[in-house]
Structure formats: C-alpha cells, structure tokens
C-alpha cells in the first residue's frame, strides 16, 4: 500500500513537471526572436545578383508564402492561426537585421516554423534573403 501511494505521487509529480515544461515552452515562443550577432558578420555571397532574387521568389511562392503571405506580409492562410504569428516581412523590425541574420533565421528555424536547413540549400536560403529585401522595399 505504502509502495503503492509512492509511485502515484511520482507519477503525479511527473505530470505536474510535464505540464510546467510546455508552459515554460510557450512562454518561450512568446519572446522576442533575436539571431545570435556572431550571424550579422555572415556575409550574403548573392548580394545585388538578380538573378538569384528571381529564383528566390519562385522559391518563396512555393514554400514561405503559405504562411508569410504573397507579399511578405505575414497573412499568409496557414500563419492566420499560428502563435506567434509569422513575420511581416516588409516591417523595419525585419528589414533592420541584416542579411546574415535574416539566413540564421530561416537556416535554425523556430516553432511553428521549421529550420531550413534540411530542406534547402545554403544558395537557395541566400536567393530567399535576396527575395525579402526585395518585398520590403513594396511598403
Ligand atoms: C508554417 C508556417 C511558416 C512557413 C511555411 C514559413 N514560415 Fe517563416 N515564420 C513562421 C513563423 C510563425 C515565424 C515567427 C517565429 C517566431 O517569431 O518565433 C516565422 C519567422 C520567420 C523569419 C523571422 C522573421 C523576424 O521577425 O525576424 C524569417 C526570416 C522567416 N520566417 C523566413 C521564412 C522563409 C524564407 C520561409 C520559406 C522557405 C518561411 N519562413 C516559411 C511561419 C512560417
């Protein structure tokens, strides 16, 4: 009887450490995103290449602007319910970081967004830097 009761209080103790965690975990999500500096100094191999802007827009058609929205936005139909929302794109907030730090954003990802990492190449995540700048110069 006595074993009995212990291992109940730890399984309650598991759960109440369970739920704690998840709380703390939306918290998280709720504070400001801010790429590490040591990512400001990577430097944009594409810059000014229009070309690679072009093949970042068809890649942000395909991929981003489910959720980031046609232009940039961050009103895209599949980001309308997400916490936090996606980022609007044409903001100063976003245009202010630089190019580096825009590739560590998409390159590490943060729920509900997915790293890119995996799933795009380093050229093709530069084309999509290139791609953003470009939507925030349409206010
Ligand atoms: C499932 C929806 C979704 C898709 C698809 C998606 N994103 Fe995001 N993105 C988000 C959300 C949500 C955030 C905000 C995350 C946060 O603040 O923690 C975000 C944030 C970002 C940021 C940081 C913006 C800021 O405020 O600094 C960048 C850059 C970015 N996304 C790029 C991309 C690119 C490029 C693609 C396409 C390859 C993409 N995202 C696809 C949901 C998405």
């Not at 109440?16 to 998840?22: D, F, N, R, T, Y």
């Not at 609007?88 to 509900?112: E, H, L, S, Y």
């Amino acid at each position: 009887m006595y074993k009995q009761s212990i291992i109940l209080i730890r399984i309650l103790l598991l759960f109440v450490v369970a739920i704690l965690g998840s709380v703390s975990f939306v918290n998280a999500q709720n504070e400001d995103w801010s790429a590490p500096s040591a990512a400001d100094k990577i430097v944009n191999p594409l810059k000014g290449n229009s070309d690679a802007t072009k093949k970042g827009k068809k890649l942000y058609k395909q991929m981003c602007a489910i959720c980031h929205g046609d232009q940039g936005k961050g009103d895209g139909i599949a980001g309308a319910a997400l916490d936090p929302p996606p980022g609007n794109f044409i903001t100063k907030k976003v245009q202010a970081q630089t190019d580096g730090a825009i590739f560590w954003k998409m390159t590490t990802g943060r729920p509900p967004m997915i790293a890119y990492a995996e799933f795009l190449k380093e050229e093709q995540r530069w084309q999509l830097v290139n791609y953003i700048r470009e939507l925030g110069k349409y206010k």
